[in-house]
């Protein structure tokens, strides 16, 4: 089968990659309807040094199951299935807590023999426990907004509950890419009264006012930090999602933050450390957040799609076929495009 | 009167000072029965430069009112009160919210021309919000125990609370001063199943035994992340309170948290950074924590201490005079009391 790889820097290739099969009871084989790139593949795709071996790529995708293994139970083959983006057996005591990121039993897609999400195929590890089956056919509409069920907007949703939006609250989002827009209706959709979004491009934060943001800050740093300050009589917001990952995004998660609020932290962290000395302490900062249970998320955040009340998958502004995939990459790192859905 | 004022480092003096009168309608004057010397003294006593102007200590007290406003409305003159360690109105957003110490009208003894806790007397600002009235005399038995509700019972309740100590958790509680001791108190008291204490004095750790700790760990730095790991199955505990404050102990702090679990910070931070990057990012790792609203917890923790189903008053293992007042923060300093209880 055709999959994707990446070599290096600016290197992805789709090439032949041998098709998946059942290797343990526990596996499915999921043909892959739909997949897409994620901001974080962005990183690897601007410092990935050279490689001889190339790496699979991708962790979000819905698919039709093809094969099955015989311990799995409650899927069959033809059902469509969307799978978060780590794979877990739904049983250990961190699955039970809603922590399938530290799955006993789980792992990540394009390692250690598991194939990448971005290719016609994937054998999925523990697919009982990982993969829900999805109540519509693989001709639906709802497909793209079904797809950030896999990531994006489980990831926003974590955003929001870890840092505590309810109801009343006010929170700052900080980045305009799709996690920091989904991170913006998750907040909405959980009753958030005051939605500041952080980002400079007009079109996505557009979307991100039709998603729920009540503000719009295009400034970055100090300057941002001084705009919550001014929106919220000096005090900044309950909640904070950073969505982006770097050093000066968390620098200024901690300048709009409120006394008692919380941060919560959906970037992958480009630094090492972060600056929680004695006024952080004195304002009782809650920094929290990490990779979302996807998982945890589904049964509730499926309703809400398939009812039409959210549209997720408006993030999605490009579509290209599995060859076209090496400049889907390219077109997200130029921001050409918000986030690139992929159809094999 | 008599009251305690440093003016350096290992500097400690009780001199005379005016008589606090009320001000303010707001205010009371309270007579102290019972003060005590925090922890969080021994910092300014280790490393206060050399001042011409003594600066006014303590912050925690017990007392009668002799005084009173006109516009403070629940406590009358006569009655026995303990007063938590920051002052607040009671009714802003924030105190509305149980976050006292952030509190719009509050603020801290012994700034600002308000007496501290370690005198004869104190004038207490925003008294109706701050003040707790206790339903015993002053000559009770239970007056070292109703004294911790003013911070360390409050303080290691906050720790167990924030770091989501809850019945069959697990908890590692990092220093085995009184705020440690009073987390591992209060960690029991919230069901934790499992409280591992680290720390080096024996008769503290003896003591931490009594309150509820079920592991007691000498060892300190990576010795002592490698013993929590060993006890846990190599998986850390799900709370971990930090009762120090030092860069060292936040790093062990770090070390043997589990994944998901959360951090509360109620040392104050004697270090700017904290080394939050990828690793604890994966591991949804939480850091929270924060002076303690005390006023908020103290209708929940009164009636245990009446009860007699919680004796915090046993941090107190020294008793002095306000004059040798000097003397106890000597021996807190040298290790030689674990908490000094001082009685005018």
New interface residues.
């Given amino acids: 089968m055709r999959a994707t790889l990446m070599y290096g820097a600016g290197d992805v290739r789709v090439e032949d990659v041998p098709d998946p099969k059942i290797q343990n009871p526990t596996d499915a084989v999921v043909r892959v309807v739909r997949s897409c790139v994620c901001g974080s593949d962005l990183w690897p795709y601007g410092s990935m040094p050279a490689a001889e071996q190339g790496r699979r790529m991708g962790h979000e995708f819905l698919g039709v199951v093809e094969d099955i293994g015989s311990e799995v139970s409650g899927l069959k083959r033809g059902d469509l299935v969307v799978a978060p983006f780590v794979w877990a057996d739904g049983t250990c005591d961190?699955c039970a807590?809603g922590?399938h990121?530290?799955c006993r039993n789980g792992g990540r897609y394009g390692l250690d023999g598991v194939d990448g999400g971005q290719g016609e195929a994937v054998r999925v590890p523990q697919a009982q426990g990982t993969l829900v089956k999805l109540p519509v056919g693989e001709d639906s509409a709802l497909l793209p907004s079904l797809l950030t069920l896999s990531d994006v907007l489980c990831t926003g949703h974590h955003g929001a509950v870890?840092s505590r939006v309810g109801p009343g609250t006010s929170v700052t989002v900080v980045g305009d890419g799709a996690v920091g827009l989904s991170a913006v209706l998750a907040a909405r959709r959980l009753g958030a009264e005051r939605i500041i979004l952080m980002g400079r491009h007009k079109d996505r934060t557009d979307l991100g006012r039709e998603f729920g943001a009540t503000d719009v800050i295009a400034e970055r740093g100090e300057e941002a930090v001084e705009r919550v300050r001014e929106l919220t009589g000096g005090d900044g917001t309950h909640a904070v999602v950073e969505a982006v990952g770097t050093e000066q995004s968390m620098d200024v998660a901690l300048g709009v933050v409120r006394?008692?609020g919380?941060i919560s932290?959906l970037g992958?962290?480009q630094?090492?450390?972060?600056?929680?000395?004695?006024d952080?302490?004195?304002?009782?900062?809650?920094?929290?957040?990490?990779?979302a249970p996807a998982r945890a998320y589904i049964e509730e955040l499926l309703p809400d799609i398939l009812d039409g009340k959210i549209e997720p998958g408006r993030v999605f502004d490009r579509t290209v076929g599995l060859e076209e995939v090496p400049d889907g990459y390219r077109a997200m790192a130029a921001r050409e495009a918000l986030k690139v859905l992929i159809q094999p």
């Fill in positions: 961190f807590e922590l990121p530290s870890t006394a008692g919380a932290r992958v962290p630094y090492n450390e972060v600056p929680l000395g004695r952080t302490f004195m304002r009782n900062i809650t920094v929290t957040g990490g990779p």
